[in-house]
């Protein structure tokens, strides 16, 4: 604990009032097992998220973009200079001087980074700033704030970090997404995937059930995670509702499982039989094997 007060009690918070982690709520994030089943909910409350590199940029990026102040409180910079020449060394994380670095920065509470991290990171917030777009909801904002409340319908306390809501178009919801590809046939697919539209539902509600006021929309800023680092401000309207719908129904689920006490799998009851790929039949053709296109799953 770092002294941080632990509250359940419905309000906003900042990150220097509270520890979110330590909050016990439900979260969008854990919510989203639900959906697969109820055992892999229950596993994800107690299980660790491994990060990704572009999870690790994405959120070096949330920081140097909406809170740059928070930079040298939250990170580390490894960047090991030659003492002969001054010159910036190989930054790998590995050697004697970088093992009493993570040490004393782990002792600290910050994330140990890389110069390339962190350049990348501030080129990014760089292009969104460039983006008229983008800062006209950027311009002034309520940077992650904390919402806890408590779910009328279910009674369950529940608990979010927006990245922002804006002022200089009041009551909007800001959410940033970094994305390997931010063209709409790429990054809608990868934004249904990771579920955001419920994501942006549950934080419209939680903004609503803490100050009574509903959100007037909501905006994803979406850029490139690598050169040219392209923006696209996405309007998202149209995915609130759906998402709201997923969220409930998730969310319904929890406390049917919390009263009943029983976190079942995806099939506990009913064998199913085994079917191979359309793929795999040899008489199926595929005709993007003719135009000779290959498919890569987007990341975001």
Request: hydrophobic letters at 35%; aromatic letters at 8%.
């Given at each position: 604990?770092?002294?941080?007060?632990?509250?359940?009690?419905?309000?906003?918070?900042t990150r220097?009032?509270?520890?979110?982690?330590?909050?016990?709520?439900?979260?969008?994030?854990?919510?989203?097992?639900?959906?697969?089943?109820?055992?892999?909910?229950?596993?994800g409350?107690?299980?660790?998220?491994?990060?990704?590199?572009?999870?690790?940029?994405?959120?070096?990026?949330?920081?140097?973009?909406?809170?740059?102040?928070?930079?040298?409180?939250?990170?580390?910079?490894?960047?090991?200079?030659?003492?002969?020449?001054?010159e910036?060394?190989?930054?790998?994380?590995?050697?004697?001087?970088?093992?009493?670095?993570?040490?004393?920065?782990?002792?600290?509470?910050?994330t140990?980074?890389?110069?390339?991290?962190?350049?990348?990171?501030?080129?990014?917030?760089?292009?969104?700033?460039?983006?008229?777009?983008?800062?006209?909801?950027?311009?002034?904002?309520?940077?992650?704030?904390?919402?806890?409340?408590?779910?009328?319908?279910?009674?369950?306390?529940?608990?979010?970090?927006?990245?922002?809501?804006?002022?200089?178009v009041?009551?909007?919801?800001?959410?940033?997404?970094?994305?390997?590809?931010?063209?709409?046939?790429?990054?809608?697919?990868?934004?249904?995937?990771?579920?955001?539209?419920?994501?942006?539902a549950?934080?419209?509600?939680?903004?609503?059930?803490?100050?009574?006021?509903?959100?007037?929309?909501?905006?994803?800023?979406?850029?490139e995670?690598?050169?040219?680092?392209?923006?696209?401000?996405?309007?998202?309207?149209?995915?609130?509702?759906?998402?709201r719908?997923?969220?409930?129904?998730?969310?319904g689920?929890?406390?049917?499982?919390?009263?009943?006490?029983?976190?079942?799998?995806?099939?506990?009851?009913?064998?199913?039989?085994?079917?191979l790929?359309?793929?795999?039949?040899?008489?199926?053709?595929?005709?993007?094997?003719?135009?000779?296109?290959?498919?890569?799953?987007?990341?975001?």
């Amino acid at each position: 604990m770092t002294g941080k007060k632990v509250v359940q009690v419905p309000g906003i918070y900042t990150r220097r009032e509270v520890e979110y982690s330590e909050i016990d709520a439900v979260n969008q994030s854990t919510l989203k097992a639900m959906a697969k089943s109820p055992l892999h909910y229950k596993s994800g409350l107690t299980s660790q998220k491994k990060q990704t590199n572009p999870m690790r940029l994405g959120s070096l990026t949330h920081t140097a973009l909406l809170e740059p102040d928070w930079l040298e409180l939250e990170y580390a910079l490894w960047a090991p200079r030659d003492p002969k020449t001054g010159e910036l060394k190989k930054d790998d994380f590995k050697g004697n001087d970088y093992l009493a670095f993570l040490t004393a920065a782990t002792l600290e509470g910050r994330t140990v980074i890389k110069q390339r991290d962190l350049d990348g990171a501030l080129r990014i917030a760089e292009a969104i700033h460039a983006n008229q777009l983008a800062m006209r909801y950027l311009r002034e904002m309520r940077a992650e704030p904390i919402l806890v409340w408590r779910d009328e319908a279910t009674g369950i306390v529940c608990k979010a970090r927006l990245d922002g809501v804006s002022r200089s178009v009041p009551d909007v919801l800001v959410e940033l997404k970094t994305a390997v590809d931010v063209a709409p046939w790429a990054f809608e697919s990868a934004f249904a995937k990771r579920m955001y539209h419920m994501q942006t539902a549950f934080y419209s509600d939680g903004w609503k059930a803490c100050t009574g006021r509903d959100l007037h929309g909501g905006k994803c800023i979406a850029v490139e995670n690598t050169e040219p680092h392209d923006v696209i401000v996405y309007d998202l309207a149209e995915v609130t509702d759906v998402g709201r719908e997923t969220y409930r129904e998730l969310l319904g689920k929890v406390a049917d499982c919390r009263k009943s006490g029983l976190w079942l799998g995806q099939s506990p009851t009913q064998e199913l039989t085994l079917r191979l790929p359309k793929w795999l039949d040899p008489e199926d053709d595929n005709p993007l094997e003719d135009l000779g296109l290959e498919y890569e799953s987007e990341r975001v």
